[in-house]
């Protein structure tokens, strides 16, 4: 078996996904892996092909965090500004790791920004906003 097979039939196993309709430029995403999900399949993926994941950055490919939210939590910025879009992990991507004995992907110079609502400040500052402008409210609805 060649191991871009051995590769759909781990990704099939993983995901419960019929191993035809594994889409070969997108496999977490035609497989419907994110979070703990996607984790977990490139972990197991590691272990099979004996591959060094560790240079693998997560948020130029997939939300991990668990569950996942609606939106990027962790957002990946080029060095003119823009939010770089998710970047798909192609079978290809995954053979030449399993081929190479590690992730090889070549990325971009770019930085992480938290995406401003999952700071806990910022929720603090609503809270007390929030708190404040109610006590406003019925102090001046009192008068």
Known sequence: ?????????????????????????????????????????????????CADMS??????HFKADEPPPKHRRVLPISKDGTVIPFQPITLDDLESAAVEGGWVYQYPDYEIRIFWLYRPWVWVALC????????????????
């Not at 497989?31 to 099979?48: I, N, P, Q, S």
């Not at 240079?55 to 130029?60: G, H, R, S």
């Open 55 to 60: 240079t693998l950055q997560w948020e130029y």
């Open 128 to 143: 007390v906003l929030g708190a404040g402008s109610l006590l406003t409210i019925s102090v001046l609805a009192g008068l």
């Open 1 to 49: 078996m060649s191991v871009r097979e051995e590769i759909l039939n781990l990704a099939a196993q993983m995901s419960g996904q019929a191993k035809d309709l594994i889409d070969a430029s997108d496999v977490l995403g035609s497989c419907h892996l994110e979070g703990d999900d996607a984790t977990e399949f490139l972990e197991a993926f590691a272990e099979k092909f």
